[in-house]
């Protein structure tokens, strides 16, 4: 089946430090969404990129979706202890319907 | 708000027993989804529901099925629990082409 590659696994930073989080597909994406999973949580959605070459900005949290439609990235600058967690992207396909495909995640531990 | 319930918090299963696990979302979703999620592997698909009596496979739907008799209500049932099965079972719902909420999680022990 279709699937998300995310990297990297694990990611530990320095408070203060810039964090980034890169998801790949195969095969061209209709859209992407990210997650965010506190410690002991569940995912909570964050955002949805639908088009070309997007970039949505909440606060220090940077999307972007590739031009080709087939990679995304989440970039959060100068990391804060409420930003530890796991991120998850999700991709969905023309061919999915309502079906979404989670990466695998990156997990991020920051260093106060 | 949408609330996503999952019955059961935790729950400690013996190998061969069938299990049940309950979820209900209060906000008229027609989408509801079966996750599980392991160390490294990320969220993985079991099955989902698009509206009452429908259902669809995931990406690993052997060892499980679903049923979904109310709009309301999805459950995942695992006909006979296997040792493999200890995870941490996530629920969600949707509406078409939105984001999905999920529930707190069951995490299954099967010993």
């Known amino acids: 089946g279709q699937q998300v590659m995310q990297i990297p696994q694990y990611q530990h930073v320095q408070e203060g430090e810039d964090f980034t989080t890169y998801c790949n597909s195969s095969t061209t994406l209709s859209n992407i969404q990210w997650y965010k999973q506190r410690p002991g949580g569940h995912p909570v959605f964050l955002i949805q990129?639908?088009?070309?070459?997007e970039v949505k900005k909440q606060k220090r949290l940077t999307f972007q979706f590739g031009e080709a439609k087939k990679n995304s990235s989440l970039h959060i600058t100068a990391t804060q202890t409420t930003d530890v967690g796991t991120y998850f992207c999700?991709?969905?396909?023309?061919?999915?319907?309502?079906?979404?495909?989670f990466g695998e995640g990156t997990q991020l531990t920051v260093n106060p | 708000d949408v609330k996503v319930t999952q019955s059961s918090r935790y729950l400690v299963k013996r190998t061969g027993e069938k299990v049940f696990l309950e979820c209900v979302q209060d906000m008229d979703h027609e989408n509801m989804f079966w996750y599980r999620q392991d160390p490294g592997l990320g969220l993985r698909l079991i099955y989902f529901?698009?509206?009452?009596?429908?259902?669809e496979k995931g990406d690993i739907p052997e060892g499980y099925s679903v049923s979904r008799e109310k709009k309301e209500r999805f459950s995942l049932i695992l006909e006979s629990a296997s040792t493999n099965q200890t995870s941490m079972y996530l629920c969600?719902?949707?509406?078409?082409?939105?984001?999905?909420?999920f529930g707190n999680g069951t995490r299954l022990t099967v010993t």
């Open positions: 990129l639908v088009k070309s070459g």
């Open positions: 999700a991709g969905r396909w023309t061919t999915s319907g309502s079906r979404l495909t």
């Open positions: 529901s698009y509206d009452v009596k429908m259902k």
């Open positions: 969600a719902s949707s509406l078409p082409g939105l984001p999905l909420h």
